[in-house]
């Protein structure tokens, strides 16, 4: 265990790879006039090749990027794209000099390990802030208005609006995940993107510029006894689909809200989490066998399509 001391020296290290994202999105009035609307975010750096990795809502829509360094520099960015399925997006600067993070295993994370959350909230001039918690628990799921973002990291350190896309980082200063996101109102509860997660979203956007990843198009809820009990349903396994995306695989294939997967491509669909690696674990194209149950009863068997995740 490192010592306080050693723990400052790291953390203040870590500091240094930490950006300020400021962004400006052009919107238009009940009279249709521009009216340019400026945002905030953190970042940090990725590579010394100029990456910055942050959130996919922090650039959205932006027309105009800046990334604000430790050492003062403001360097225009340029979007090179986004992951909407995990919040992750990927920002090139041009820079001389540029710190770059050291990314360590979020598949190692333990409860209870102490964390720190480093970002830029409410775009506070005079550097990073820094917010010490522990991982309270992983493999989360929320909703969001982009859909559900699963496998996320829930961590105690403060995380504030202007954080998103900030690094939480352990006690080696090394990126551990992405901060993302925190629940109104609630006391202690934040969000963060695993940064294996995020990493494979990165390489693949840094080298195709888009993140070729299958998808369904449903989300649902793990049944157990509990959920089949209080929806009254005669199975106590699968996942009940909540919602199916417009014109997603999984609607032209004939899912339907109330549906309950249990089977899809040879693999028992035990809980959400099952679901979603199954499907992350075939190509785009695949043709998948889906075992579900209507109305209770009914063993329906179709084929879906996987197709890219938009």
Not at 67 to 75: C, K, N, S, Y
Not at 152 to 168: H, K, M, R, Y
Not at 281 to 295: C, F, S, W, Y
Request: proline share 5%.
């Amino acid at each position: 265990m490192p010592q306080d001391d050693d723990v400052l020296e790291i953390v203040e290290k870590a500091t240094r790879s930490v950006v300020n994202i400021n962004t400006v999105r052009v919107f238009q009035d009940v009279y249709y006039r521009v009216v340019p609307v400026k945002g905030m975010g953190s970042g940090f750096i990725y590579n010394k090749d100029g990456y910055i990795l942050t959130n996919a809502h922090v650039v959205d829509g932006s027309e105009r990027i800046g990334a604000v360094m430790a050492d003062g520099r403001v360097l225009e960015g340029r979007l090179v794209g986004a992951c909407q399925s995990h919040d992750v997006a990927v920002v090139r600067v041009e820079g001389d000099g540029l710190a770059a993070a050291q990314i360590g295993d979020s598949d190692a994370l333990k409860m209870g390990q102490r964390v720190y959350a480093i970002g830029n909230p409410f775009g506070l001039e005079g550097g990073p802030t820094v917010t010490a918690g522990v991982i309270s628990a992983m493999n989360r799921s929320i909703q969001s208005p982009n859909g559900t973002f699963e496998k996320l990291v829930q961590t105690d350190a403060a995380i504030n609006p202007g954080n998103s896309g900030g690094p939480l980082v352990d006690l080696q200063g090394q990126v551990i995940a992405i901060n993302t996101a925190i629940i109104p109102y609630a006391q202690g509860i934040g969000f963060a993107v695993p940064i294996n997660v995020a990493r494979t979203c990165a390489d693949e956007l840094i080298a195709h510029g888009t993140a070729v990843r299958p998808w369904l198009g449903v989300s649902g809820i793990t049944i157990n006894r509990d959920v089949a009990a209080y929806y009254d349903m005669p199975v106590e396994w699968g996942v009940l689909v909540l919602r199916v995306w417009p014109q997603s695989p999984a609607e032209k294939a004939g899912i339907v809200v109330g549906d309950v997967i249990q089977m899809l491509g040879g693999t028992r669909i035990l809980s959400s989490e099952d679901l979603q690696k199954t499907i992350q674990d075939q190509e785009v194209g695949a043709k998948l066998e889906v075992r579900l149950i209507r109305e209770g009863r009914r063993k329906w068997l179709i084929e879906a399509v996987l197709e890219k995740m938009p």
